[in-house]
Every structure is written in structure tokens, then in C-alpha cells.
């Protein structure tokens, strides 16, 4: 059993009873509405309690994280939904607007320590969540991740679910995830390379550009993919350095962005000159 110790303890309607199965994963939600009073309210109307409602102030916590809230859809047959060890954020916003910086801090700080008490993992089984003014449709769905791999999810990664929320965007995810992003679901054995190193030049008054180092070994294909916590708009050119091999031959690396579930990924191919 665990309360959060900087939340602000307010119960609505209840849990729904003991965890069936784990791993423990988290889920991100958005009110649609502008107030945690109002969502609250809504909670108490539909029986729909979350574990915590976020905004730009306060964290609220309505069910001790040891049992299972009552969020989300289940439905006859297939997997567990509210029951699956999942904890549920509710963040007040909007799926098809700009979310608070504030509360996607005090979500980020949330996060962390569901993290730590849960042994969840910072990553994002079905990708990241998919954003746009209205419902991009699309959503990955994969009921076989969600059965076995914990992580982040949003509401629009959730089998037996159909709203879209939460709607985040790169940059949103960027501050609930720390600046570490991480994901998993591509092809086994792929790598996802890590950010190894970064460096802020200033070039004029005001005005900075930011280099990233990235490095890592290709497959035995030749092949590596590395996923950006950087925002797609935010890069400029990515530069391939070339490196000798044992035998002292050159070793060029060639590279392209592309996306994949919703996220940004460096994809490399190696070969030799």
C-alpha cells in the first residue's frame, strides 16, 4: 500500500479490488476540462476514479497505488485493464491542446516516484501517444505489449479502450520523461542507442545551437537505430563521422531520420571505403 508523500490525499468513489497481474505500468489520461474540481466531479458521477488528477499546482491522490482504480474500460474476455497493475494519471488539459508546462512538471515528478515505488520502467511499449487538434486516429493498441511489458502508456495505447488522450506531444513528453525517452516494440535485437553526450555553442547574442554526440556499435547487419529524445523541428543537420576499423580501413556510417509509432528515429547504416 502507498500514498505519495507530496500529493494531497482526496478519496471520491473507491478502488475496485486487488491487482490480477502485472508488470506495472502507467497511464497517462487528460480531464478535458480546465480544473481538477471538475474532473473530480466527474470521477464521482461516472464511478470513474483515477489515482491522481495533476495540474499546474497540486497532486491529488483519490486510491492508495496498492489497488486497482476504475479509469478505464474492461471488457468481458481478453486482458485486464483498470486490474493489469496499472497506475492511471489524470491530467487536466486537453487531448487536442497545448498542455501546462507546470503540470507536466508536477506529472514528471509524479512519474518519478510511481517509478521508483512500482519498478516501472521509463519507456513507452506502443509508442508514443499520437497528437493533433482532433483524434489522429491510428493508435497502437497492442494488447500483447500491454499484457506483458511495463512502462508508460497513454489512454490511446490501452486494449478494449477507444479515447485518445492524452495527445502529447514530443515536447510534452520530453519534460514528463526528464529529457530521456525510451522505447521499446521495434524488431528484437535492434539496439536503441544511447545519448551519449551534449554541447551548447553560442554562436551570436541570445542564440545557441545545441550538438548532440551519439555512438554505438551497428548489428551484424550493418544496421543500428538510435531513438532521439530531441524534438523532430529542433534538428538541423545530423553529421556522420568516420572512423578507421582494427585494420586501419576507413569506416563510413550514413544517416537518416525517420519515425516510427510516433517517434523520432536516427537510422544508421554502416559500411566500409
Known amino acids: 500500500m502507498a500514498r505519495c508523500p507530496f500529493a494531497t490525499w482526496k478519496p471520491i468513489t473507491g478502488e475496485v479490488g486487488a491487482y490480477l497481474g502485472d508488470p506495472f505500468k502507467i497511464v497517462h489520461h487528460t480531464t478535458e476540462g480546465s480544473t481538477a474540481s471538475g474532473a473530480t466531479g466527474t470521477y464521482r458521477d461516472n464511478k470513474s476514479d483515477p489515482y491522481f488528477t495533476v495540474d499546474a499546482t497540486t497532486i491529488y491522490q483519490h486510491i492508495d497505488i496498492g489497488v486497482a482504480a476504475r479509469s478505464l474500460k474492461n471488457s468481458p474476455g481478453?486482458?485486464?485493464?483498470?486490474?493489469?497493475?496499472?497506475?492511471?494519471?489524470?491530467?487536466?488539459?486537453?487531448?487536442?491542446?497545448?498542455?501546462?508546462?507546470?503540470?507536466?512538471?508536477?506529472?514528471?515528478?509524479?512519474?518519478?516516484?510511481?517509478?521508483?515505488?512500482?519498478?516501472?520502467?521509463?519507456?513507452?511499449?506502443?509508442?508514443?501517444?499520437?497528437?493533433?487538434?482532433?483524434?489522429?486516429?491510428?493508435?497502437?493498441?497492442?494488447?500483447?505489449?500491454?499484457?506483458?511489458k511495463g512502462g508508460h502508456y497513454g489512454h490511446s495505447h490501452v486494449p478494449e479502450n477507444d479515447h485518445w488522450d492524452p495527445g502529447y506531444t514530443k515536447s510534452e513528453v520530453e519534460v514528463i520523461m526528464g529529457g530521456s525517452l525510451e522505447s521499446v516494440g521495434v524488431e528484437e535485437g535492434v539496439t536503441l542507442?544511447?545519448?551519449?553526450?551534449?554541447?551548447?555553442?553560442?554562436?551570436?547574442?541570445?542564440?545557441?545551437?545545441?550538438?548532440?554526440?551519439?555512438?554505438?556499435?551497428?548489428?551484424?547487419?550493418?544496421?543500428?537505430?538510435?531513438?532521439?529524445?530531441?524534438?523532430?523541428?529542433?534538428?538541423?543537420?545530423?553529421?556522420?563521422?568516420?572512423?578507421?576499423n582494427d585494420d586501419g580501413s576507413w569506416q563510413t556510417c550514413?544517416?537518416?531520420?525517420?519515425?516510427?509509432?510516433?517517434?523520432?528515429?536516427?537510422?544508421?547504416?554502416?559500411?566500409?571505403?
Not at 94 to 102: D, I, L, Q, T, Y
Not at 254 to 273: M, P
Open 78 to 148: 481478453g486482458v485486464q485493464t483498470n486490474r493489469d497493475s496499472v497506475t492511471q494519471i489524470e491530467v487536466v488539459g486537453f487531448a487536442g491542446k497545448p498542455k501546462s508546462k507546470e503540470t507536466l512538471k508536477n506529472v514528471a515528478k509524479l512519474c518519478r516516484w510511481i517509478e521508483a515505488t512500482h519498478g516501472v520502467h521509463k519507456v513507452w511499449p506502443n509508442g508514443f501517444p499520437k497528437t493533433g487538434s482532433t483524434d489522429p486516429g491510428g493508435h497502437n493498441r497492442n494488447a500483447s505489449n500491454w499484457d506483458i
Open 193 to 244: 542507442l544511447p545519448l551519449l553526450s551534449q554541447e551548447e555553442v553560442e554562436i551570436l547574442a541570445h542564440l545557441s545551437l545545441i550538438t548532440y554526440s551519439i555512438s554505438s556499435p551497428l548489428d551484424e547487419q550493418g544496421q543500428g537505430f538510435a531513438h532521439l529524445d530531441i524534438a523532430w523541428d529542433r534538428i538541423i543537420s545530423i553529421i556522420s563521422k568516420a572512423t578507421k
Open 254 to 273: 550514413t544517416a537518416s531520420l525517420t519515425e516510427q509509432d510516433g517517434q523520432t528515429l536516427l537510422v544508421a547504416t554502416g559500411g566500409e571505403s
